[in-house]
């Protein structure tokens, strides 16, 4: 069984309402249903995410079927200026992503803290439930704009790193990137209280003005990284790229558990890292290839590294990650019913 993906080339860009439609992305949409539009704002001083500009096509024909479109993210587990929703949406306004220019409301799925969360059972192999950002679980169906382009972890990102990763709440980006808990460096504290406030688990505690972690109460949240400017707190780095990959599709599934989605996947500023980073040299390596749109993750996800790859000339990604098996997510994926890995590409 073969499911169909649609390609616009880059140079055509601005005939995406058009192909969108043709593509299929909005007829699971219902009247009245509160749609969700996923995509990463940008982090400050990333030049790479998907700009504003191509959200209001896709507004567009979600209200065409009298649905309520919003664009949502979910807080990061790393501090910076997505970490919780006060200073996300700063970000997202400053990088354009305003009712004016998109036309509808933002919404960050997870709260002020990052700790608004729906648990969803998916017995899997690593998770027995899994923690949604709030008002992704709210949502009636979803549409996920996903930028394509290199991965530090999973070789590249798209829909299935932007569906599992992106809509975890904070507690679920933790337990997809680690199994431990925080690193405690002790010597960095000045007892100011502020994480201790902020640890809902109540696993943190001063003595003699230092914070003490009981490790045995601690759940990985990651909200004491996030609350204490000291960086006193640090991510342990310890899953391989293997486990994150799978682990991230078990968060799909959950995700996607009883709602329908369809995926728009950006084959543009393909840089080496994703856009959480900020640095001026994570800059496009090769040059913008297209849009790949569909209603299969899985197909949309290996049409889009299957295009990258022959517009390249060789593979890509290994070629920046030579260390990193990024195909490990796809396979995944298919195995647990997400979708298929083999796919007509209908050019536009
Ligand atoms: S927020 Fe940081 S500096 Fe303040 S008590 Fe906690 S660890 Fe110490
Ligand atoms: S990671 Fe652990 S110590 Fe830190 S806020 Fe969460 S539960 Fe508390």
Redesign the pocket.
Same mark, same amino acid.
């Given at each position: 069984m073969f499911s169909k993906v649609y390609f616009l080339p880059w140079n055509r860009k601005n005939e995406l309402c058009d192909f969108l439609k043709v593509a299929g992305v909005v007829n699971h949409v219902k009247a009245r249903d509160f749609l969700a539009i996923k995509i990463h704002f940008g982090e400050d001083g990333n030049d790479g995410y998907i700009r504003s500009e191509y959200v209001l096509p896709v507004v567009k024909i979600v209200k065409e079927r009298t649905a309520y479109p919003f664009l949502t993210d979910a807080s990061t587990i790393y501090v910076g200026k997505r970490s919780d929703a006060y200073h996300h949406l700063l970000i997202a306004n400053k990088h354009g992503f305003t009712i004016e220019k998109c036309g509808c409301p933002v919404v960050i799925a997870d709260g002020m803290r990052g700790n608004a969360e729906k648990k969803v059972e998916v017995n899997l192999k690593y998770f027995k439930n899994v923690y949604i950002a709030h008002e992704i679980y709210n949502a009636d169906g979803f549409v996920f704009m996903s930028h394509f382009k290199g991965h530090e972890i999973t070789g590249f990102g798209g829909a299935l790193k932007n569906i599992g990763m992106g809509c975890g709440s904070k507690s679920g980006k933790y337990a997809m990137h680690h199994s431990s808990k925080p690193l405690v460096r002790q010597e960095? #504290? !000045?007892? #100011?209280?502020? #994480? %201790?406030k902020n640890c809902y688990q109540k696993a +943190?505690y +001063?003595v003699d003005k230092? !914070?003490v972690m009981n490790k045995e109460k601690c759940t990985g949240c990651g909200q004491?990284m996030v609350? #204490? %400017? +000291?960086k %006193?707190?640090k991510l342990n780095w310890n899953e391989g790229p293997a486990t994150v990959q799978e682990k991230i599709v078990e968060y799909a599934v959950g995700v996607l558990k009883n709602k329908n989605g369809s995926y728009i996947n950006f084959l543009n500023h393909i840089s080496k890292y994703c856009d959480c980073f900020s640095l001026e040299k994570n800059g496009p390596l090769m040059y913008d290839v297209g849009i790949v749109a569909g209603v299969d993750p899985v197909a949309v996800d290996q049409a889009s590294y299957d295009v990258v790859n022959k517009a390249f000339g060789k593979d890509f990604f290994k070629s920046i990650y030579p260390e990193i098996d990024p195909t490990i997510q796809l396979n995944y994926a298919e195995k647990l019913g997400l979708g298929n890995k083999k796919y007509i590409l209908v050019k536009y």
């Amino acid at each position: 069984m073969f499911s169909k993906v649609y390609f616009l080339p880059w140079n055509r860009k601005n005939e995406l309402c058009d192909f969108l439609k043709v593509a299929g992305v909005v007829n699971h949409v219902k009247a009245r249903d509160f749609l969700a539009i996923k995509i990463h704002f940008g982090e400050d001083g990333n030049d790479g995410y998907i700009r504003s500009e191509y959200v209001l096509p896709v507004v567009k024909i979600v209200k065409e079927r009298t649905a309520y479109p919003f664009l949502t993210d979910a807080s990061t587990i790393y501090v910076g200026k997505r970490s919780d929703a006060y200073h996300h949406l700063l970000i997202a306004n400053k990088h354009g992503f305003t009712i004016e220019k998109c036309g509808c409301p933002v919404v960050i799925a997870d709260g002020m803290r990052g700790n608004a969360e729906k648990k969803v059972e998916v017995n899997l192999k690593y998770f027995k439930n899994v923690y949604i950002a709030h008002e992704i679980y709210n949502a009636d169906g979803f549409v996920f704009m996903s930028h394509f382009k290199g991965h530090e972890i999973t070789g590249f990102g798209g829909a299935l790193k932007n569906i599992g990763m992106g809509c975890g709440s904070k507690s679920g980006k933790y337990a997809m990137h680690h199994s431990s808990k925080p690193l405690v460096r002790q010597e960095l #504290c !000045i007892g #100011c209280g502020t #994480c %201790v406030k902020n640890c809902y688990q109540k696993a +943190l505690y +001063l003595v003699d003005k230092r !914070i003490v972690m009981n490790k045995e109460k601690c759940t990985g949240c990651g909200q004491c990284m996030v609350s #204490c %400017v +000291l960086k %006193v707190f640090k991510l342990n780095w310890n899953e391989g790229p293997a486990t994150v990959q799978e682990k991230i599709v078990e968060y799909a599934v959950g995700v996607l558990k009883n709602k329908n989605g369809s995926y728009i996947n950006f084959l543009n500023h393909i840089s080496k890292y994703c856009d959480c980073f900020s640095l001026e040299k994570n800059g496009p390596l090769m040059y913008d290839v297209g849009i790949v749109a569909g209603v299969d993750p899985v197909a949309v996800d290996q049409a889009s590294y299957d295009v990258v790859n022959k517009a390249f000339g060789k593979d890509f990604f290994k070629s920046i990650y030579p260390e990193i098996d990024p195909t490990i997510q796809l396979n995944y994926a298919e195995k647990l019913g997400l979708g298929n890995k083999k796919y007509i590409l209908v050019k536009y």
